[in-house]
């Protein structure tokens, strides 16, 4: 009788150490045989340049060097999830399949239908939370509904937050429990549709020191003063638990930042229209037609320093500053009063730490049309908030160093009547009159 294996299916979660549905997948009692199916469907929506391919064929990498050094190895399919399942549910003696919860909208339909064919099989489909503390339904208002702003939404995740609930899941222990197989090759990037070499992002994990001092440096983006784990989060490289239990220790703000990516998660959990405007009245703004503007502030050329050199940190790193990114998306909706919606895919496109929550969640909270966001009337000032942050203009003159000469171009656009004019046209969309504050 051939014996009955566990599939583990890895998605977001690219690691041994402390996963906690690969945990769960190996206490079930049966050889585990790990399996990463990439999507068709998310595929074609990727330039075949995409940079982070080569992060995601790198990271399997390393788990398949881990895997096959224990005599077991990691089964990548290149196929509709469906077809995929179909595949390995007829070449193995599958009982069950394990894998970590996404949260997204077509990931919920993907697992859905996933989990319906497997049924239709008599195998079972089962789901852990593991890239998020808290998930769904389990931090909300006393009367069940979800919080929709975010410091009262805080203030009970972090009441709740308990060394209970940071536990550490120890996977990796159990490398002798893989179903044991020869190793399968990784399809290549090339095969895949996809230019470039494997590159592994490292981990550079924050240090005392970084934490501590992360409330006063986090926003000068000159210095290194931020963690830059959002891609190992994104891909799920970093366990969000051990993250977080050094963050409870060392930096409480630090903390806030990993609640704000779970209240924007639980926010497109029970909100999953992300292309529309959060407050529905926002959808009525006449936003500017704008071609020039808009690849100008793409290509980091609008003539606002902070902005460009923040727009072209991003396309040579797929990184931008927490603090720039914020001023660069306020300029491009309200400044040249463009559509949110085409920056918020241009950072999708461009961010290696790209998550459609917190993506959309920051956009429509820079555009006032979101839950809890900006005041509409509020337009940040590039030239202040260069001040304020690089007052030295080290962060400006590292990525645009022609900034200060006739080579660098006039601003695209006037603040103040820049300002004027985005006040004007939200004022119309909203039937509001004249606020009050006035940037």
């Known amino acids: 009788m051939t014996t009955p294996i566990t599939l583990f299916w890895f998605r977001r979660d690219l690691r041994l150490h402390d996963n906690r549905g690969l945990y769960e997948a190996l206490r079930a009692g049966r050889p585990v045989l790990p399996v990463f199916i990439f999507d068709p469907l998310i595929l074609r929506q990727l330039e075949p340049d995409d940079r982070r391919m080569p992060l995601i064929h790198a990271a399997l990498s390393a788990l398949q060097q881990q895997l096959t050094a224990a005599g077991s190895t990691l089964d990548v399919r290149h196929a509709e999830p469906i077809a995929a399942f179909a595949?390995?549910?007829?070449?193995?003696?599958?009982?069950a399949v394990y894998t970590n919860t996404d949260y997204e909208p077509y990931a919920r339909s993907r697992d859905a239908a996933v989990a319906g064919f497997l049924a239709e099989k008599g195998i079972a489909f089962h789901a852990f939370k593991d890239g998020v503390l808290y998930e769904r339904d389990e931090v909300v208002k006393d009367d069940g509904k979800p919080y929709l702003v975010y410091t009262p939404y805080y203030k009970k995740w972090r009441a709740r937050l308990r060394a209970d609930d940071l536990p550490y899941f120890p996977s990796?222990?159990?490398?002798?429990?893989?179903?044991r197989s020869p190793e399968i090759p990784?399809?290549?990037?090339?095969?895949?549709?996809f230019t470039g070499a494997p590159t592994l992002l490292q981990v550079a994990w924050p240090g005392a020191g970084l934490l501590a001092a992360y409330h006063d440096t986090r926003d000068r983006p000159a210095v290194a003063g931020t963690s830059r784990l959002g891609p190992h989060l994104r891909f799920g490289t970093i366990s969000v638990r051990q993250l977080a239990r050094d963050a409870v220790t060392h930096s409480e703000t630090f903390l806030k930042e990993l609640c704000w990516r779970e209240f924007f998660m639980q926010l497109l959990w029970h909100y999953p229209n992300p292309g529309r405007a959060f407050k529905p009245e926002y959808d009525r703004i006449r936003w500017r037609d704008d071609e020039e503007g808009f690849s100008r502030w793409c290509a980091g050329r609008t003539g606002y320093p902070l902005v460009d050199a923040g727009m072209r940190e991003l396309a040579a790193t797929g990184f931008m500053h927490n603090r720039v990114r914020m001023v660069a998306a306020s300029f491009l909706c309200k400044h040249l009063l463009i559509d949110w919606r085409l920056g918020e895919a241009w950072f999708a496109q461009q961010l290696l730490d790209f998550e459609l929550a917190s993506n959309?969640?920051?956009?429509?909270?820079?555009?006032?049309?979101?839950?809890?966001?900006?005041?509409?009337?509020r337009v940040f000032n590039p030239e202040l908030q260069a001040k304020r942050f690089d007052p030295q203009e080290v962060y400006v003159k590292r990525w645009v160093p022609e900034y200060g000469t006739p080579d660098y171009p006039a601003p695209i656009v006037e603040h103040k009547l820049a300002t004027a004019r985005c006040i004007k046209a939200y004022q119309q969309a909203l039937g509001r009159a004249q606020p009050e504050l006035f940037p």
């Open 172 to 179: 990796e222990e159990a490398l002798p429990y893989f179903y």
């Open 360 to 377: 959309n969640g920051n956009w429509q909270w820079v555009a006032g049309c979101g839950c809890d966001a900006a005041p509409y009337f």
């Open 186 to 193: 990784l399809p290549t990037l090339d095969t895949l549709g």
């Open 87 to 95: 595949e390995l549910t007829a070449r193995y003696p599958v009982e």
